[in-house]
């Protein structure tokens, strides 16, 4: 298990045991103190990328910067990206085009390219200290409309977005790359090997009513990790959904395709 994420699987638990109400209680933290991730997503207006791809893109960009080695103890990331874990972890996913897109290719960070969709994850800091290529990109106004997004290709994890719950593409980008920090942090030293040498690869998918009922935690997250290798993302219902909402259930060994 990478040392790096065991603050987040130490509360992973914890987190989905609280009551609604307490998950967006911030209370007990400054503005000035709030860290996040920036998550760029590359949508260019006259091409813009399929929605699943991009989000596939932005859940691994997100876990590759915690894993890189430069985030390790020593490491150049390591004080920003330890600061980060230690809180809430927070994401901000914004959109970038042209120029825009090109200039934070300088920041440090990781980009990730899947099927022609880009994504870029930057070294998580204090937000009110962003970066202005960062801090001067829309975080809102775009959508990409629904995919086809074809089979769940053998070998990877699934991340099942709410069927309950829609978000725009922004959302979903953070959504899943908290996904694919909480099953890392999980996840033995041979299993998270496996995972890295795909590139953290990920199928994203909205589960079916059915499937979703079928995975869902409920109040026994061990179970359904010792069981169906099934984690959850759990919203602190800032934007877009209610405190408390399961976003996302990752599971680490698809057995049966999405139904």
Partial sequence: MSSVLDPLGARYAYWLGLPAEDTSDTSDELPEEVRAMPVILRIERAEPPRRTPLLEAAAAAALAVCLDERAEPGGEWAEPVHAWLDNRIRKVARRARGAHWAAVQDLPGITVEIDGAEARALVPGLVAEAPK????????????????????????????????????????????????????????????????????????????????????????????????????????GFTEVDPGTITVLAQWEPEQALS
């Fill in 133 to 236: 290529e960062v801090s001067r990109l829309q975080i809102s106004g775009s959508e990409l409309p629904p995919d086809e997004p074809g089979p769940i290709p053998d070998g990877v994890p699934l991340l099942l977005l709410n069927p309950h719950a829609p978000m725009t593409v922004g959302k979903a980008a953070a959504q899943v790359g908290h996904a694919t920090m909480i099953l890392a942090a999980l996840l033995d030293d041979a299993a998270l090997s496996r995972w890295a040498a795909q590139g953290y690869r990920s199928a994203v998918r909205t589960a079916s009513v059915a499937r979703w009922k079928e995975l869902h935690p409920g109040d026994d997250p061990e179970g359904a990790w010792r069981r169906d290798r099934v984690v959850a993302v759990r919203d602190a």
